[in-house]
């Protein structure tokens, strides 16, 4: 009871908190598209959750930790939290369920054009933290080979970063269709 209304009661100053501090959302204008419009985008209030979300749970994790031998945390949530668990002489592994987040943020932007659709990009602050988080780390788990190459293509020793692949069914995943052609 207690414990659970403290933690909702933090929570909701943070989010207080960080809209005060936003004050007016960022506008971004991007003059090119690939399709010769001018797009305006204002920052949308669920990124700032998203954002707010993640720091809150790292945040939180990092004053709760108690002592262990391995950290283990998803990218984006355990940067705090993974130099805590050092400084307590545990070993901290960042979690990442994709690409380099720079490499997941160009391919997503590239797709996006080719299909025709809307990419905000991922948030600068998220991109800067995932990048902290891979630099800390003792080590970095991708699910792929694919993903693992994009680290090493981006400067992050291939000796620290491992592959456990993630387990797929053929039958069910198949492709729903060809982009349209350039």
């Known amino acids: 009871g207690g ?36 797009e305006e985008r204002r920052t949308s209030v669920l990124r700032e959750l998203d954002w707010l979300a993640h720091e809150s749970i790292d945040r939180h994790c990092a004053r709760n930790l108690p002592e262990c031998d391995v950290f283990v945390a998803l990218s984006g949530s355990g940067l705090n939290a993974g130099q805590a668990a ?6 901290y592994v960042c979690d990442r369920g994709s690409a380099h987040i720079r490499a997941q943020h160009e391919l997503l932007r590239d797709e996006s054009r080719r299909w025709g659709g809307g990419f905000p990009g991922v948030d600068p602050r998220s991109i800067a933290k995932e990048e902290r988080e891979y630099a800390v780390a003792d080590r970095v788990t991708v699910p792929s080979q694919f993903a693992r190459s994009t680290f090493v293509e981006r400067g992050v020793p291939a000796d620290k970063v491992r592959v456990i692949p993630y387990g797929v069914s053929l039958e069910k995943c198949q492709p729903v269709g060809a982009p349209p052609p350039d």
């Open 3 to 38: 414990e659970a209304e403290h933690a909702l009661a933090l929570l909701r100053a943070e989010v207080e908190a960080a809209f005060a501090e936003a004050g007016e959302l960022e506008t971004h204008t991007d003059l090119d598209k690939g399709h010769g419009r001018i």
């Open 86 to 91: 050092a400084r307590l002489g545990a070993h």
